[in-house]
C-alpha cells in the first residue's frame, strides 16, 4: 500500500513542491489548509496535482480537529509547514503568530504521541531564529537569538519537536531552512516582489519606481523545489536529528534586484528615500529603485549564510539550482504570467 502523508500548508509554496515531491513517489497525499486559504489552491493548479491530492479543512488552533485527522488516517509522515510566516507581519500580529508557529505545534506533536506515535514528524524550523547571528556560518548547534515573533515562536516549536523526540521517542525532524525562493512564492515576499515588479514593467503594466527596505540585508537564497526534498530524506532516516539546510552562499538584496532587472532586460538607478519618481529615468532609461523607510523592520537581521554540510553527509542532500538560476527562473515565469493575461 502507497504510505500516507499529510502537509499542512498545502497551500503555500512549499506545500505544493512537497505534494508533487511525493505523488510522484507514490505517495497518498493529504493536504490539511485553513478554509481562509482556499483562493490559493491555484499553486496546486499550477503544479498540475489539484485533483490528485485529498483535502481537509484544518485548523493549528483547533485541537479537536487535528486529533481527529490525526487518529483517523494514521500518516506514515506528517509534514508541518503551515504557519504565519511573514516576518514583517508578525511584529502586527505577535499573539496570533505566537498561537500558530509555536503553539500549534504543541498541539501536533500532542495528537501524534496520543493518536498515532509510530508517525514521523517534520518541523519546518527557519533560519530566522539565528537572527543576530552568534557565528558565520550558522551550523546546527549555532547559538539562536531571534529577531522577531516569528522567529521566537518558531524558536519555541523547534525546540519542543527536540523535546518530544527526547522524551517520548517521537520520530520528531526539525528542519532548519533558510532563505527559499521560487516562481510560487507570495508576493509579499521580497524576492517575488521583486520578480514581479520587473515583469510588470517589461509588459508595460506599471511604471512606478520599485519601493524596497534595507537593500544591504544579505540571505542565503536557494530554490524551494530542492529544499522538499530535503525534508523528504530527513524522514527516510533510521534517526530523526535536526539539519540546516542552505547553499553556504550570502546575497544582498541589492544584488537579487541587479540581478532581475538583468534577466528582465533593465539596469538599475539607485535613489534614497523619500524621492517619488517614475519607474524610468527618461534621460538613462534606467529602472528606479527607492528605498521607503516603511519597509524596515524594527529589529533586522543583517546576515544569514548556512552550513549544511551535516544534510550533505548523513542525507545526502545537494541542490540543483544556483542562485542565479533561481533568480532567472522566477523573472522568465513572472514575465510569461503577465504576457498570458496582457
Known amino acids: 500500500m502507497s504510505k500516507i502523508a499529510m ?22 497525499v493529504i493536504g490539511l489548509y485553513r478554509r481562509g486559504a482556499t483562493d490559493t489552491f491555484s499553486k496546486l493548479k499550477e503544479h498540475g496535482i489539484f485533483d490528485k491530492v485529498e483535502l481537509m479543512d484544518f485548523d493549528l ?17 506528517f509534514y508541518n509547514l503551515a504557519a504565519q510566516s511573514y516576518v514583517a507581519a508578525s511584529w502586527s500580529e505577535p499573539i496570533y503568530t505566537a498561537q500558530a508557529d509555536a503553539i500549534g505545534v504543541a498541539y501536533i506533536l500532542e495528537a501524534i504521541r496520543e493518536f498515532s506515535p509510530k508517525t514521523k514528524f517534520y518541523q519546518a524550523s527557519t533560519s530566522e ?42 520520530f520528531a525532524c526539525s528542519g532548519i531552512l533558510f532563505n527559499h525562493e521560487s516562481p510560487m512564492r507570495g508576493k509579499e515576499f ?14 508595460g503594466l506599471t511604471d512606478k519606481p520599485l519601493e524596497l527596505g534595507n537593500l544591504d540585508a544579505k540571505r542565503d537564497w536557494g530554490y524551494a523545489g530542492d529544499y522538499v526534498e530535503a525534508m523528504w530524506l530527513m ?14 552562499e550570502t546575497h544582498p538584496i541589492r544584488d537579487f534586484v541587479t540581478l532581475s532587472g538583468k ?57 540543483k539550482v544556483s542562485y542565479e538560476g533561481l533568480c532567472k527562473m522566477m523573472v522568465e515565469k513572472d514575465i510569461e504570467r503577465y504576457r498570458k493575461i496582457s
Open 61 to 77: 488552533l483547533e485541537l479537536s480537529n487535528i486529533c481527529r485527522l490525526i487518529k483517523r488516517y494514521q500518516p506514515d509522515e
Open 235 to 248: 524522514l527516510q532516516q533510521e534517526k530523526a536529528d535536526t539539519y540546516v539546510i542552505s547553499t553556504g
Open 129 to 170: 531564529m539565528f537572527g543576530l547571528v552568534q557565528e558565520v556560518p550558522q551550523r546546527e548547534n549555532t547559538p539562536f537569538y531571534p529577531r522577531s515573533p516569528y522567529g521566537c515562536a518558531k524558536l519555541y516549536a523547534h525546540w519542543l519537536t527536540t523535546n518530544y523526540r527526547e522524551s517520548f521517542g517521537l
Open 263 to 319: 534577466y528582465a532586460g533593465f539596469d538599475i538607478e539607485w535613489h534614497g528615500e523619500g524621492i517619488n519618481e517614475k519607474g524610468i529615468d527618461r534621460k538613462t532609461g534606467k529602472t528606479i529603485v527607492v528605498v521607503n523607510p516603511k519597509f524596515f523592520r524594527p529589529a533586522e537581521v543583517e546576515s544569514l549564510i548556512g552550513d549544511s554540510s551535516k544534510a550533505h553527509k548523513i542525507l545526502g542532500w545537494k541542490r
Open 7 to 28: 502537509i499542512t500548508g498545502i497551500t503555500g509554496q512549499d506545500g505544493g513542491y512537497l505534494a508533487k515531491l511525493l505523488l510522484e513517489k507514490d505517495y497518498k
Open 190 to 203: 521580497v524576492t517575488r516582489k521583486i520578480t514581479d515588479y520587473f515583469a510588470q514593467l517589461s509588459v
